[in-house]
């Protein structure tokens, strides 16, 4: 059973910091995806990886197979972006979902 | 009255996957319909039943797309096998008397298909 890990939960960064938000899975996985939640609720598809680094935009995803690990990185960051982070990796058992991270950026 | 309730009010799931969409009408209410609304589209109309029986099912997308009312109660609509592109919000609504008349929509379901 695949067990899916993100971290940190919860971050609180100031605008123009970097931020990265991890994720980790348990087995073998043929894609991930990282997915953004506004406070509104509407749930919006950032980036499917199943290999290297995408980008777009301020974004950068990347994922490392080997380590079961996955990354996703904000440039100069923006009161915008606070949202909550999800990632989900798709296995044999389906696609499992992390508990998200809650990312708030303050002016 | 509660209004027009719809479960789930979010659902991400994955290609291939069956997606369950639900509503429980006004109490009351003979009309149901399900639209579906896109940005690229806006809102479409996909089926209405008056009295728990299809009436028009034009704007169903294809034979992925079904949609049953067993009592005035209760209604589903079932996508099987999902694709990204039914990604979308799903409105169900009903009303006393058809398309004519005011219809009182619910809060909809926000489908996400990775």
């Known amino acids: 059973k695949n067990e899916v890990e993100q971290s940190p939960q919860n971050l609180t960064a100031q605008e123009g910091e970097f931020i990265t938000i991890n994720c980790s899975y348990s087995?073998?996985?043929?894609?991930l995806h990282w997915l953004q939640q506004h406070p509104g609720g509407g749930i919006v598809s950032l980036f499917m990886?199943?290999?290297g680094k995408k980008k777009h935009g301020r974004l950068i995803a990347t994922i490392n197979i080997q380590e079961k690990h996955s990354s996703l990185h904000i440039t100069a960051s923006h009161p915008r972006d606070s949202a909550v982070y999800i990632c989900?990796?798709?296995?044999?058992?389906?696609?499992?979902f992390g508990k998200g991270t809650h990312l708030i950026i303050q002016p | 009255d509660a209004g027009v309730i719809q479960s789930p009010r979010h659902e991400v799931t994955e290609m291939g996957q069956e997606v369950t969409l639900r509503c429980k009408p006004i109490?009351?209410?003979?009309?149901l319909f399900w639209y579906r609304q896109t940005m690229m589209r806006g809102l479409e109309l996909l089926i209405y039943?008056?009295?728990?029986?299809?009436?028009?099912d034009s704007g169903m997308p294809e034979d992925r797309f079904s949609a049953k009312m067993p009592n005035a109660s209760f209604s589903t609509l079932k996508i099987q096998p999902s694709e990204p592109r039914d990604s979308a919000v799903y409105f169900c609504?009903?009303?006393?008397?058809?398309?004519?008349?005011?219809?009182?929509f619910g809060p909809g379901t926000r489908l996400l298909v990775l």
């Open positions: 989900a990796a798709r296995s044999a058992d389906g696609l499992t």
């Open positions: 087995v073998g996985i043929s894609a």
């Open positions: 990886l199943s290999s």
């Open positions: 109490s009351g209410h003979n009309s």
């Open positions: 039943f008056n009295n728990n029986v299809p009436i028009d």
């Open positions: 609504a009903s009303n006393n008397g058809g398309r004519q008349e005011t219809q009182y």
